[in-house]
């Protein structure tokens, strides 16, 4: 039996999978990983299920060890700076931990999480059907909160699999596409103009419940208190101060404040990597636009084993490793420029 | 004669999922239509419905866009809202026991000025209520009750507070509500319940339902504290009577 001890970690981190659903008519808030396709990617190189439990890590640094044997990993996501012992380690690639080994990882770089999958995924006692941590209902597996170091992951020890990357399309650099609506006849079209045509950024003061934004202040014409409904990832409420607020994925299940637009489903992870502090901007787009961008991204998901190469095709010298490095920020589009 | 139900709103929140609004207000009728249509879709699903979420006065409808497209799903859902709304289904009803005032509801005497009135009246015309679970929301087991009496409807406070205890019971605007876990709440905390209405490896683990009835009835703080060490050993301390 192999295990992941986590000798380092930053706030932030945790245990995600695709969240519990099913259970949003009694209160419980779905959690899961804020950038499903990044977990997806991180999984499909260690040949575990779209979703299975993987770590999420925030933007600052981490270092894992195996223990009692060997443990095959891949990194996805936000690059950062990693290492297996001071050899650099690519993102998008699947690699594996000899017993005693430590990855290390930096600072995350132009955007927020990264995603560290284990081969065979991680043991736990599964509440709901997930292992998804979400700290302020204790919920989650095997620790009901954010990871700490002298953490201990359980996992299966390394198959002989050979290692695979992954090949990746260039992904959708633009505006975060939104739907307008439930409540956007609580706005006037003034109000509305000022939303999609303002730059925005993330406050630090955001987490994994929601992201708070920055810019104008966006006036409701009846005031701001609606009567309590139900709430989705990426439901942009505007409470009465008029700052508006992204539910994310540890929201709660409803809300009171009038929700302007909703962020696609397409762009939720990659809005979900903006960093906080940098600018960017909402498009909205028909209906018809958003439901085509849905389904060209479960089909995305569900291709994404057709596009692993075997490593030995590939150059594997630290330039290519670091070239390779560059390509993984391109899984979630986010670097320092996309959102200037 | 049959009542003519207007069609309820069909608001898109996103692309996978939809609002289905019978009013905006709290309004019985409407929470009525939104538990048929709710139980509708449980007795015949519909494909590519994943989840639903019932509240005061819509049923948000989540569903996967690639099996069922906006326009189609909202067509049967309108059809479905059009159906004359069937008697409501016999509900269960629970007897909730709850420690009033002291330090299990500081905001008790408060309360009692504010409404001119003592905190023993407003606790007894709060017990006297026959409410129903109009929604649970925003954290696990957090039922809404609608039902309070028109004496008892009382602005939320100016600031909220940031942490209130797990089973507060309290009231807010025109709705009074059971909390299961500690969170923060802009309403006024009459008393504190042993009862969890979400509590993990206890089956079961959620204890009401939207629809289900609710009546209170007090208890000193000695019971408050047996009945509380009995429910965190997993008992439901709340009584069960069938309608």
Redesign the interface.
């Known amino acids: 039996m192999s295990k992941l001890v986590v000798s380092s970690i930053g706030p932030a981190s945790s245990v995600q999978d695709g969240g519990r659903?099913?259970?949003?008519?009694?209160?419980?808030?779905p959690s899961g990983a804020m950038d499903r396709l990044a977990l997806a990617v991180a999984n499909t190189l260690v040949g575990n299920a779209l979703f299975a439990a993987g770590v999420e890590i925030g933007p600052f640094g981490a270092a894992f060890t195996a223990r009692g044997g060997a443990v095959r990993i891949a990194l996805a996501g936000t690059a950062r700076n990693a290492d297996i012992n001071g050899s650099a380690v690519a993102f998008d690639t699947s690699t594996t931990l000899a017993d005693g080994e430590t990855l290390t990882l930096g600072f995350a770089r132009g955007g927020s999480f990264s995603y560290l999958a284990i081969e065979g995924s991680i043991e736990g006692e599964p509440?709901f059907g997930s292992l998804a941590v979400n700290a302020?209902?204790?919920?989650g597996s095997p620790y009901p909160r954010p990871l700490q170091a002298g953490d201990v992951l359980q996992t299966k020890a390394a198959s002989s699999r050979a290692e695979n990357r992954i090949e990746f399309p260039e992904t959708d650099k633009g505006p975060i596409r939104v739907?307008?609506?439930?409540?956007d006849d609580e706005f006037s079209d003034q109000a509305k103009a000022l939303f999609l045509d303002a730059e925005w950024k993330i406050s630090p003061t955001s987490d994994r419940m929601g992201y708070r934004l920055e810019g104008p202040v966006i006036t409701h014409l009846h005031g701001h208190n609606?009567?309590?409904?139900?709430?989705?990832?990426?439901?942009i409420q505007v409470p009465g101060n008029g700052a508006p607020i992204v539910l994310m994925t540890d929201r709660?299940?409803?809300?009171g404040y009038p929700?302007i637009a909703?962020?696609?489903?397409?762009d939720f992870g990659r809005f979900a990597q903006i960093p906080a502090g940098t600018g960017f901007r909402f498009r909205a787009v028909g209906?018809a636009e958003?439901?085509d961008?849905?389904?060209q991204f479960?089909t995305l998901l569900h291709t994404l084993s057709a596009r692993l190469r075997p490593i030995e095709s590939f150059d594997l010298n630290i330039e290519a490793l670091q070239h390779a490095n560059v390509a993984g920020s391109a899984v979630s589009a986010v670097d320092a420029g996309t959102w200037q | 004669m049959a009542v003519t139900l207007s069609p309820p709103r069909l608001?898109?929140?996103?692309?996978?999922?939809i609002?289905v609004?019978f009013s905006?207000?709290?309004d019985d009728t409407a929470n009525q239509r939104v538990l048929a249509l709710?139980r509708a879709l449980s007795d015949a699903p519909l494909s590519g419905v994943?989840?639903?979420?019932?509240?005061?006065?819509?049923?948000?409808v989540?569903y996967?866009?690639?099996e069922i497209?906006?326009?189609a799903l909202g067509e049967k859902l309108l059809a479905l809202a059009k159906r004359p709304l069937p008697p409501p289904p016999k509900s269960r009803r629970w007897r909730i026991p709850v420690a009033y005032g002291g330090e299990h509801g500081i905001d008790l005497e408060d309360v009692a000025k504010t409404l001119n009135t003592t905190p023993d009246e407003v606790v007894a015309r709060h017990v006297a209520g026959d409410y129903r679970v109009a929604?649970?929301?925003?954290?696990?087991?957090?039922s809404?009750l609608s039902g309070l009496e028109k004496f008892l409807h009382l602005s939320r406070r100016q600031s909220p507070r940031l942490l209130t205890p797990a089973g507060t019971i309290s009231i807010g605007g025109v709705q009074t509500g059971i909390q299961?876990?500690a969170?923060p709440s802009g309403w006024h905390l009459l008393g504190r319940t042993p009862v969890r209405t979400?509590q993990?490896h206890r089956e079961p683990i959620?204890l009401t339902e939207?629809g289900d009835r609710i009546t209170f009835f007090p208890i000193d703080a000695r019971t408050f504290a047996e009945q509380d060490r009995a429910a965190e050993a997993g008992e439901i301390v709340a009584e069960l009577i069938a309608a």
């Not at chain 2, 994943?50 to 948000?60: A, I, N, Q």
């Open positions: 659903h099913g259970a949003q008519r009694y209160g419980l808030t509440m302020r209902t204790g919920l739907v307008l609506g439930p409540q609606i009567v309590s409904d139900g709430t989705v990832n990426g439901s709660g299940t409803s809300g929700k909703t962020v696609i489903s397409a209906m958003a439901q961008a849905a389904r479960a | 608001l898109p929140s996103g692309d996978s999922a609002t609004e905006r207000n709290i709710d994943t989840e639903t979420v019932p509240t005061y006065r819509s049923l948000l989540h996967d866009p690639s497209g906006f326009g929604m649970i929301g925003f954290s696990p087991g957090w809404y299961c876990i969170a979400y993990l959620f939207p």
